[in-house]
């Protein structure tokens, strides 16, 4: 059986530079779950007197969040929202913000599950037993681009869609697509949810950004349940044609 020094000197270059960059990201990662844990509760990085710095939070806690979902990046993106409903921030960077971190963090996870692919297939498949997941991935029919844009509404899809996807076949130019459309779809919506929200409940922007969220989880459920309910009306129908 070769060395792991073995494997890695006949690596080719580009795939080198692709499992050093993951390594790092992985190492990236980890020093800030350690710190977030340590000292932050995510929200306190949103200083309304800063804004260039609350934008770089938003960015950086959903890139995170993406990668390892300690991270309160929906939430984040809730409350820049909601400030910026009381004109303490800008709308617009809060969305590009929200999408590049998606984005970015998809492309991340991706990585990382293909380079170190044999380390991480035992946590997705372990993450894929959860009933909500599996009940998920069973309804969206595991097309890629229906997993990756719907999965990211889902609580602890993203993760698994994202990893489940770098262990796959499929080509990176084909995520990255879908990744795209997902990331700006979900920041967008997130985004001018909580602040339309904000603008309706005025002075109380904690209640605000919570009720953004759950209206999201709300509808999620509602689509997740009528889409089944759906399904299994069409099975019970087709069920004595094929008697």
């Known amino acids: 059986m070769s060395s792991p020094a073995d494997r890695w000197r006949r690596l080719s270059t580009r795939r080198k530079v692709g499992a050093a960059a993951a390594l790092f990201v992985a190492l990236v990662v980890v020093a800030a779950a350690v710190s977030y844990m340590a000292n932050s509760d995510g929200l306190t990085l949103i200083d309304p007197d800063d804004a260039l710095w609350s934008y770089i939070s938003v960015f950086v806690l959903i890139f995170l969040d993406a990668i390892m979902p300690i991270f309160p ?4 993106l809730n409350a820049a929202a909601t400030l910026a409903a009381h004109g303490k921030l800008d709308l617009a960077p809060i969305i590009v913000m929200g999408a590049l971190g998606a984005i970015l963090g998809d492309s991340a996870l991706f990585w990382i599950a293909r380079v170190f692919s044999v380390r991480l297939e035992p946590q997705v498949t ?22 990756i844009i719907g999965g990211r509404y889902v609580p602890g899809m993203r993760f698994v869609v994202n990893a489940t996807m770098g262990l796959s076949d499929i080509r990176y130019r084909r995520f990255l697509g879908w990744s795209v459309i997902s990331g700006i779809l979900w920041s967008a919506y997130t985004s001018i949810l909580a602040y339309e929200i904000g603008l309706a409940l005025g002075d109380f922007p904690l209640a605000s950004f919570i009720i953004s969220g759950l209206v999201t989880t709300v509808a999620i459920t509602v689509v997740f349940f009528t889409v089944r309910r759906q399904r299994r ?8 044609e094929a008697g």
């Not at 990046?73 to 984040?76: A, I, L, N, W």
């Not at 998920?136 to 229906?146: C, H, I, N, T, Y």
């Open 73 to 76: 990046g929906e939430t984040t």
């Open 126 to 147: 372990r993450a894929k037993t959860n009933k909500q997941v599996r009940m998920a991935f069973d309804l969206m029919d595991r097309s890629p681009a229906v997993l």
């Open 233 to 240: 009306r069409e099975a019970a129908a087709e069920a004595p």
